[in-house]
């Protein structure tokens, strides 16, 4: 992660949770039932978001308007970043179905980088308001916003049960091994419309070198670090890979989120031995040198993130100075963890629990999540996937950057990368906790301490303990 995302990141981490708590408490008082949703109006607490070009619905404010205007049902959806892909899919879905209007409305614009963190904050005051006063958009961007806490309060339609009710949704389209790892208390509320793979890029001539075994399909981080202090003994390289302890940990927690936070269900299980002994691990890999958190070279592993089948073929490419030969490599799992690899969603959708229009919000969901649609990314759709890459296969090269390192150097694209790729995406299975939370402000506040020497493993996790179940039962 890039330090100015990570910067980013950190400023909006309290966001959304403390200004879900806090119009929980003021909306406390009452419920706005479905039948009312439609009359309730803004109350002055939300700024109103930006309504895409080209809309012709009622409300600017990004409160859903569902019913009938002008003879068509209307379908609101917000959106924290202005993207032409959805524009351009709304444009493609009313032509197609002239009885629908689609809404979109969104906080951020394109370009507009300078007021990110301004139109961020705008846009989870506004969406938390109006789905807990019982208005809200009927399909709505969950990228920003505190999934887990709606869910909980049923604030968004359980989506297992409308895959399962509805005959024309075939799972065996889709990569199930992402539908199947999204789920919250055992059903889906948010579908991704793609998803990126979180990987590591090793030295592969200088891992072959060194001679040391290592199965990193399915090792676990106490298996790394054995394999990590082989390989200082006897590699080219003294360091496994770059990190420093608070991006570590933050890191190792997000990759394995269920295991110490039940969100749906209020719990945390950061007092367990699983937490002390991630804590006591992460300082062993510092203080034992495996671990460069003072640069990014001399490492024999470097963290990296796959969004396409271009930045797969391309992926390590711009090492070539210190990597003599590439590859792509499993990030090691936690203790207990399955074997498998890791992954982060994007462009995730659900539908409002109160929405009017529900089921043609559906089928405008199942739409976007078909191969007629282009996200980007990995889509989850496996048609949408194929017809990407037998696309690329014909073209036959990718190319670099022009501003690059590599100058725009062309490289090949053969079946076998693309076969290689597809068992990875098929492979992971462990989703990468990203939304703005607390919970990574409270580790790092309380973990510091630790890694100072000014408390132990036990302390540390028993305030963050108390810390993230205080919040989790604001």
């Not at 909980?152 to 359980?158: D, E, P, R, S, V």
């Amino acid at each position: 992660m890039s330090n100015k995302s990570r910067t980013g990141r950190s400023a909006a981490m309290m966001m959304s949770c403390v200004l879900f708590s806090s119009m929980l408490s003021a909306c406390s008082g009452g419920t706005v039932r479905g039948s009312e949703r439609a009359e309730a109006t803004p109350s002055g607490e939300t700024e109103p978001l930006q309504q895409a070009a080209g809309g012709t619905a009622e409300s600017p404010t990004g409160t859903a308007s569902s019913g009938t205007a002008a003879g068509k049902k209307t379908i609101v959806f917000a959106t924290f970043y202005e993207t032409d892909f959805l524009k351009e899919a709304i444009q493609k879905y009313e032509a197609k179905h002239p009885d629908i209007q689609i809404q979109m409305t969104y906080a951020h614009p394109a370009g507009n980088d300078a007021q990110w963190e301004a139109d961020q904050e705008k846009f989870i005051k506004t969406m938390n308001t109006q789905m807990l006063t019982g208005k809200g958009p009927d399909l709505l961007e969950l990228d920003q916003l505190p999934m887990d806490k709606y869910a909980g309060k049923k604030l968004l339609l359980n989506l297992s049960e409308k895959m399962e009710q509805d005959s024309s949704f075939h799972r065996e389209q889709y990569f199930t091994n992402i539908l199947d790892n999204t789920k919250l208390g055992g059903s889906v509320y948010g579908i991704p419309l793609r998803f990126y793979l979180y990987a590591m890029i090793g030295n592969e001539e200088g891992l072959e070198k060194s001679g040391v075994p290592f199965d990193d399909k399915s090792w676990t981080w106490q298996q790394f670090i054995q394999t990590a202090k082989a390989l200082a003994k006897q590699g080219s390289h003294p360091y496994a890979f770059y990190g420093d302890e608070i991006l570590l940990l933050t890191d190792m927690v997000n990759e394995s989120y269920d295991r110490y936070v039940d969100a749906v269900n209020r719990k945390a299980s950061f007092d367990s031995p699983a937490f002390v002994g991630l804590l006591k691990q992460i300082k062993a890999m510092i203080d034992g040198k495996l671990v460069n958190n003072h640069g990014r070279s001399d490492t024999f592993f470097r963290m990296d993130t796959v969004s396409s089948i271009r930045s797969y073929t391309l992926a390590g490419t711009n090492l070539t100075e210190s990597y003599s030969k590439v590859k792509l490599y499993n990030k090691p799992k936690a203790e207990g963890q399955k074997p498998g690899g890791f992954f982060k969603t994007d462009t995730t959708l659900g539908i409002n629990a109160k929405s009017a229009v529900h089921n043609e919000t559906w089928e405008f969901l199942k739409f976007l999540l078909s191969d007629e649609t282009e996200p980007g990314g990995f889509s989850v759709n496996k048609q949408a996937y194929k017809k990407q890459a037998e696309q690329m296969l014909q073209v036959g090269t990718v190319k670099a950057d022009e501003e690059g390192p590599l100058k725009g150097k062309e490289f090949k694209v053969t079946p076998t990368q693309v076969q290689e790729l597809e068992a990875y995406l098929t492979d992971a299975i462990h989703p990468v906790e990203y939304r703005p939370s607390k919970v990574e402000q409270i580790l790092t506040e309380e973990a510091a301490a630790f890694f100072k020497g000014q408390k132990s493993a036990e302390a540390v996790a028993k305030l963050v303990q108390n810390r993230v179940s205080t919040y989790l039962n604001e």
